[in-house]
């Protein structure tokens, strides 16, 4: 079971700009970053654990955070 995220309405603002940043290196430039492992980014004292979503195209935090 996953550990539920507690984060501010500003923190989550912090984290989606960060994805978005991410998605935007990966789109523009073919750069993969973490492509055999799950990629970790931190705020305050909050260790997130984002990957790529094909689907949607974009890096999302991942839905087995707190494992």
């Known amino acids: 079971m996953s550990a ?3 984060l501010t ?3 989550l603002r912090s984290i ?3 994805l978005d ?3 935007k290196i990966t789109k523009e430039n073919g750069v ?3 492509p055999h492992q ?3 980014i931190g705020l305050d004292d909050n260790v997130l654990h984002v990957s790529w979503d094909e689907a949607a195209e974009a890096y999302v935090i991942d839905d087995r955070n707190g494992e």
């Open 4 to 6: 539920p995220l507690n």
């Open 9 to 11: 309405a500003e923190q």
């Open 16 to 18: 989606s700009y960060a």
């Open 21 to 23: 940043g991410l998605t």
């Open 32 to 34: 993969s970053l973490s």
């Open 38 to 40: 799950r990629l970790e």
